[in-house]
Each structure stands twice: as structure tokens, then as C-alpha cells.
């Protein structure tokens, strides 16, 4: 079983910036590919961003490319979301989720992919 615990949300200005971080306990953590989600006040839960188990693939929604970078610790047990750029747009909780990867480059986008989640962190951005 897979733990998952994610840190480093918080209030902030558009504009500025935030690095989330979920660390992993429980399994190997590089066995799995990695993802973030996030779910907006009122909306469903949506795909982020993903990173392969070898830390060689990484995939972006449209509304965050450029903007956001995923990467991955496997020393550290812990993937990382750089976010830049931040806007109003980007409020939501975040999620951080986990599935072993069937190849080493494998990605995965659909929130019905992932085996274990986390419990969310907020991330609000005023404008």
C-alpha cells in the first residue's frame, strides 16, 4: 500500500510561484508513474501533469504547459510540481497520484488510471 502526502500549497498573488511536493511511502517509489491533479471549487477533478517512472516523460494539460514543471526524487521517494506564472484560474486543491508504471516511460492522464491518491493540498491564487 502506497502512501501519499502532499505539502506546500498555499495563499498567493497572481504571478507568483509555488513548488508542491508529495512524498511516497509504503512501495517503490520508482516502480510508479506519478501524477497531479487538481479539482477547482464547483468543477470535476482534472489531469496536471504526469511523470514517467525514469523521470524521462512528463506530459502537461494545455492550461499549465509552460507554465508548470513535474519532475521526480527517486532517491527522495518525492515528485515535485513547480508552478510559475501562477493565475486566479490555477485555484484548486491539489492532488497528488500514483500507479505503477507498466513500462518505464509510461503516462498516464485519466484520473480512473491512478491506484493511490493523496489527501490534497490548497492552492488559491488571488488576483
Known amino acids: 500500500q502506497v502512501q501519499l502526502v502532499e505539502s506546500g500549497g498555499g495563499l498567493v498573488q497572481a504571478g507568483d510561484s509555488l513548488r508542491l511536493s508529495c512524498a511516497a511511502s509504503?512501495?517503490?517509489?520508482?516502480?510508479?508513474?506519478m501524477g497531479w491533479f487538481r479539482q477547482a471549487p464547483g468543477k470535476e477533478r482534472e489531469f496536471v501533469s504526469v511523470v514517467s517512472r525514469r523521470n524521462s516523460y512528463t506530459n502537461y494539460a494545455d492550461s499549465v504547459k509552460g507554465r508548470f514543471t513535474i519532475s521526480r526524487d527517486n532517491a527522495k521517494n518525492t515528485v515535485y510540481l513547480q508552478m510559475n506564472s501562477l493565475k486566479p484560474e490555477d485555484t484548486a486543491v491539489y492532488y497528488c497520484?500514483?500507479?505503477?508504471?507498466?513500462?518505464?516511460?509510461?503516462?498516464?492522464?485519466?484520473?480512473?488510471?491512478?491506484?493511490?491518491w493523496g489527501q490534497g493540498t490548497q492552492v488559491t491564487v488571488s488576483s
Open positions: 509504503g512501495g517503490t517509489f520508482s516502480l510508479y508513474a
Open positions: 497520484a500514483a500507479r505503477y508504471g507498466v513500462l518505464p516511460n509510461s503516462l498516464y492522464v485519466r484520473e480512473n488510471e491512478y491506484t493511490y
